[in-house]
């Protein structure tokens, strides 16, 4: 277990079109993130339950795409409970559903201390395009959001 990181940010997706927006969420905060952040990209749920096992953190931010349903760019965050609300809602862009990917962790005996999960509504999954305006512009909303989150990680350390 490694003790001398406070939180861990987790860019959830792929490397073009929208569904990049929690890959480029992470770049955007490595540019300025504080000590004691750990910044992880990565392209499948369950790697981020292969991670969340091998150490525990007192704080994870999870970023992801979520399908296009309504207004792109639109951004949710929802803590640890009402993550499990959002089961069965096909919110996610990847096969292995988020959600059971945290139940599994949770089984697996990983407590969450404080978990939130921020969600940019994408405006295609297509990823034969480069990211949407609208979606750029929610993740540098999203960044100074992340950001606020970073200074109340600071009372977990």
């Known amino acids: 277990m490694n003790h001398s990181y406070h939180a861990i940010i987790i860019g959830l997706g792929g490397?073009?079109?929208?569904?990049?927006?929690?890959w480029v969420a992470v770049d955007r905060l490595a540019?300025?993130?504080?000590?004691?952040?750990?910044?992880?990209?990565?392209?499948?749920?369950l790697?981020?339950?292969?991670?969340?096992?091998?150490?525990s953190y007192p704080f994870t931010v999870i970023v992801d795409a979520a399908a296009p349903r309504g207004e792109p760019g639109t951004i949710r965050s929802f803590d640890r409970d009402e993550i499990?609300?959002?089961?069965?809602?096909?919110?996610s862009t990847h096969g292995v559903g988020l959600i059971e990917a945290l139940e599994l962790v949770e089984a697996l005996?990983?407590?969450f201390k404080r978990l939130r999960l921020h969600t940019i509504e994408a405006k295609s999954v297509d990823q034969a395009f480069g990211l949407s305006r609208e979606v750029d512009s929610a993740i540098d909303?999203?960044?100074?959001?992340?950001r606020a989150d970073f200074a109340e990680a600071q009372t977990y350390a």
């Open 15 to 22: 490397p073009r079109g929208d569904d990049a927006a929690g």
């Open 109 to 111: 005996g990983y407590t």
């Open 31 to 45: 540019e300025r993130a504080p000590r004691g952040v750990s910044l992880v990209k990565t392209g499948d749920s």
């Open 47 to 55: 790697s981020i339950a292969a991670r969340l096992c091998e150490e």
């Open 84 to 91: 499990a609300v959002q089961r069965g809602s096909a919110w």
């Open 141 to 146: 909303r999203l960044v100074e959001t992340i």
